[in-house]
């Protein structure tokens, strides 16, 4: 599981991975990580996504993807470090 967090204004992309048992700290930490969101403003958004590898988190979230280089190295990164 993979908490996304993604700034187009500022062009940061943050991932932070938990490991399957930790959806409780997942699902809170996303909660402050959406409300940081809205408080940024300009697109920000906050994503709790959970995919089996990188090809599968591409295909199933391709909007995110995109042409975005530092979104995949960061994906790429997330998903080889869990």
């Known amino acids: 599981m993979h908490l996304l967090e993604i700034n187009p204004t500022t062009k ?4 932070q991975s938990f490991p399957r048992t930790g959806i ?9 990580a959406e409300k940081a969101a809205q ?3 300009g697109g920000a958004q ?8 990188l090809a599968a988190l591409k295909r199933a979230y391709p909007a995110y993807s ?3 280089k530092a979104f995949l190295r960061a994906l790429e990164k997330a998903t080889s470090d869990a």
């Open 24 to 32: 409780e700290m997942a699902a809170d930490r996303y909660l402050e």
């Open 66 to 68: 995109g042409d975005s």
């Open 12 to 15: 940061d992309v943050r991932v």
């Open 39 to 41: 408080k940024a403003g």
């Open 46 to 53: 906050a994503l709790l996504v959970s995919a089996d590898s």
